[in-house]
């Protein structure tokens, strides 16, 4: 195959910051991150659990919808309120920019 044989819908470069945290919740859950700041996601960012790879393009209006980091990131209800809290302090305000 060559790259002619790809119909490539999107194919962008761009640059980023990311974030690598790694925390111990006041449940003794831990979480290794990594929190993507980019200008693809419409002021979200990009979170990957770095220990289980699963990731979700979140802002703060997602982390008021019921289920959605224990759907997500595949952790109890207690765990994703603390996971919960601590992203409410880094996700920051959505800015929609053209």
């Known amino acids: 195959m060559t790259m002619k ?9 761009e640059q980023t910051t990311t974030r690598f945290v790694t925390f111990v919740t006041p449940g003794l859950k ?4 990594a929190i993507l700041s980019t200008n693809r996601f419409y002021g ?7 220990m289980f790879g699963r990731s979700a393009v979140l802002g703060p209006d997602d982390l008021e919808e ?31 920019s053209d």
């Open 44 to 50: 979200k960012k990009l979170v990957t659990d770095m």
């Open 30 to 33: 831990r979480f290794d991150l």
């Open 5 to 13: 044989d790809f119909d490539f819908l999107s194919d962008s470069t």
């Open 66 to 96: 019921e289920g959605v980091l224990e759907s997500v990131f595949r952790i109890n209800e207690e765990e994703a309120a603390e996971l919960g809290q601590f992203l409410s302090l880094v996700l920051g305000a959505v800015n929609f």
